[in-house]
Structures are given as C-alpha cells and as structure tokens.
C-alpha cells in the first residue's frame, strides 16, 4: 500500500459547484499536509497547508485534516473555470531537514466547466 | 530572472545516452529537490540536497547521480538513459529551516525528457 492514496480522478464539475478533494494516508506518524496546484505544463505551487488535524480556510478554499481517519480533504466553494487543474496533496513527518521531505498523492486532475 | 529555472525544457535523447538536467534557484535557499512525475505514480523524489557538496537518495535514486558544488545549482544526470527513464522532471527549493513560512518548496517549471 502506497503511503498517500489519492483518486485520479478526473473529476470534472459546472461553475459554481463545491469542490472536495481528498486523500488518504497510512501513516500515522505524518504531522503536517499541503495541498499543491498544478496547471498544465507547469510546476506545482503550495495551495494550503495544515499542522497536525483540524480545519484551514482561506477564501474559497478549505483544508480539513481528520488524523484520527487518516483522511485530508480540499473544499473548493464556487468553483472558477480558472480552477482546473490537478491538485496534489503532500504531507510530511516533519519541518526541516529530511523530516520536511514531502510525500506526494498522484493528484486529482479537476475541469470547472464554464 | 529571479526564481527556479530549469534548462532544458524539452529534450529526446536515446537509450544509453548521458543526459544532464540544469537547475538554478536565485533565492540561495539551502536545500534542493529533483522529482520525477509519471501518469499513475505522481511526484518521487530523486535526490535532495541540503547545501553544497550534500546530497542524499530519495525514494527513486537509481540510474541517477546529482552534485552541487554551488548552492544556487543541483544538476541531475542520467548516466546511461533508459526508456523507463521517460518522465517530467521538476526541480524544488526550499529553506527547510524548521518553519512552515520557509519550509515551502518552489518548484521549477518543469524538464520532460523522452528516451527513445
């Protein structure tokens, strides 16, 4: 079993509709999560991120970390067409050094249909 | 340009070739990243750096070598290309100082490399 568990997807939605991204991990001993972006042919960029469990809102974006599930979400509130992309989630043991090391999900490849 | 950069862009090569990944960052952050990305396996990690003439293996190191022998440049090397080899190569810094403000890492844009 890979460590982080990630739907491919592609999950493809009408403008205005919630968003919900998710992942799954094995290990337990993972402390902080990140949501990264990824437009098509670019590299990825920091979306979000959550130390340890509970919620993180940030305009229309929510992260939600559930540590005793194992289970990290992203809510997209009234989704843009400017949305599509894939978004990876990351999670790590740790900051700095090795500890910071991120361990990717494969990413979910969203469309917001106009 | 301030930021990551990644040369070149593209490249095709053939099997058994040495291929050579530039990368640059100009924020003189300490530690660097090399990922590869492949359709069902997302973003691995290759090789990492800490600071110059540091490098340590990541999930998928072999096949590859990095140096750094300046801190702003971590090229990776594929000494004798293989098919499989065939991916997107991304390139990360970050300051990884211990807090989540530095710890981010910046990706560059991104090398897809195809081995015939």
């Known amino acids: 079993q890979k460590e982080v568990e990630q739907d491919p997807g592609p999950l493809s939605v009408p403008e205005g509709a919630i968003v919900s991204l998710n992942c799954t991990y094995s290990?337990?001993?993972?402390?902080?999560f990140m949501w990264y972006r990824q437009y098509s042919r670019k590299g990825p960029e920091l979306l979000m991120y959550?130390?340890?469990?509970g919620n993180k809102e940030d305009g229309r974006f929510t992260a939600q970390v559930d540590k005793s599930s194992k289970y990290i979400s992203l809510f997209i509130r009234d989704s843009q067409p400017s949305d599509s992309a894939t978004y990876l989630c990351?999670?790590?043991?740790?900051?700095?050094?090795?500890?910071?090391?991120?361990?990717f999900g494969k990413g979910t490849k969203l469309s917001v249909k106009p | 340009d301030a930021g990551i950069t990644q040369s070149p862009r593209y490249k095709i090569t053939e099997t058994g070739r040495q291929v050579t990944l530039m990368c640059h960052q100009t924020?003189?952050?300490?530690?660097m990243f090399w990922y590869r990305q492949d359709l069902g396996h997302g973003l691995r990690l290759i090789y990492y750096?800490?600071?110059?003439?540091?490098?340590d293996k990541g999930e998928v190191p072999d096949g590859y070598v990095v140096s750094r022998s300046k801190t702003e440049n971590f090229p990776l090397t594929l000494e004798s290309a293989t098919r499989s080899q065939t991916s997107v190569y991304f390139c990360?810094?970050?300051?990884?100082?211990?807090?989540?403000?530095?710890?981010?890492?910046?990706f560059g844009p991104g090398t897809r490399l195809t081995v015939l």
């Open positions: 290990n337990s001993a993972f402390q902080y």
């Open positions: 924020w003189s952050h300490s530690y």
């Open positions: 750096s800490a600071a110059a003439d540091i490098t």
């Open positions: 959550t130390y340890s469990s």
């Open positions: 990351a999670m790590s043991y740790g900051l700095g050094g090795s500890q910071g090391n991120l361990i």
């Open positions: 990360a810094s970050s300051e990884a100082s211990g807090s989540i403000f530095t710890d981010t890492q910046y």
